[in-house]
């Protein structure tokens, strides 16, 4: 199973749109506090400085990857005086999905101290990109009298195989899941900025990070 360097970056052609969306986020809160100028400076922070606000940031931030995989099929049996085999092999593309799970993520603020609670990232999703797929991706070939054909089940076994082979490897790869959760920090740290800037206030953020399992979910 190889993995493409140039798939696996693919995600940060996203950049830009984050950063826009980010911008928009933090625009329409400031629309909302033009509604209300007798709020005080603490009201101001409790209404600004949003958890939900940040699970959506933290949303944003997650990462796609495209890995080059093969699922792989290579039996032989014998049948009566003969020997059979049946082969089998898929190219295709998998999409793993890392991030932090927003559920975790936490907020206190206390005067100008913003704490930020923040898992480690983990594997959301390893999935067949369907796309990749076409009849020139497929390859299998039974030789024998009386060996059996390749059937969906032999698919099937050979794309869970490959599946699994395909997470072992992203959870092996720690620069890629600390990469995910710095990646979460930043727009972070860039909303509570901006939010600062916006109402005044120069903010320090500190971080509490915890562990948490890299196991994909599905």
């Known amino acids: 199973m190889k993995h493409s360097l140039k798939d696996q970056i693919h995600d940060y052609t996203k ?3 984050l950063i826009a ?30 958890i939900r ?7 944003l931030a997650t990462l796609e990857c495209y890995y080059h995989n093969t699922a792989k099929l290579d039996s032989e049996k014998q049948v009566l005086f003969w020997n059979t085999s049946k082969k089998l092999w898929i190219e295709y593309s998998g999409i ?8 975790k993520l936490d907020l206190k603020v206390k005067d100008h101290v913003v ?3 923040l898992p480690e990232a983990k594997i959301f999703s390893c999935k067949v990109d369907e796309t990749s797929l076409s009849e020139d991706t497929f390859y299998s070939e039974e030789k024998g009298l009386g060996g059996s054909k390749v059937t969906a089940e032999d698919q099937s076994e050979a794309f869970a195989q490959a599946q ?4 072992e490897m992203v959870q092996q790869d720690e620069t890629l899941l600390f990469q995910a959760r710095e990646r979460a920090q930043t727009l972070l740290l860039n909303y509570v ?3 600062g800037d916006a109402i005044g206030t120069d903010y320090e953020v500190q971080w509490d990070f915890i562990q948490e399992d890299s196991s994909a979910e599905t």
């Open 15 to 17: 950049a830009f749109r």
């Open 21 to 50: 969306l980010v911008l928009l986020l933090v625009f329409l809160t400031g629309c909302g506090m033009q509604k209300d100028k007798q709020q005080s400076p603490a009201d101001q922070t409790a209404e600004t400085l949003n």
């Open 53 to 59: 606000q940040m699970q959506s940031v933290c949303e």
């Open 96 to 103: 793993v999905k890392i991030g932090v799970d927003i559920n």
């Open 115 to 117: 704490t930020i609670t």
């Open 164 to 167: 699994q082979n395909m997470l």
């Open 193 to 195: 900025k901006n939010i």
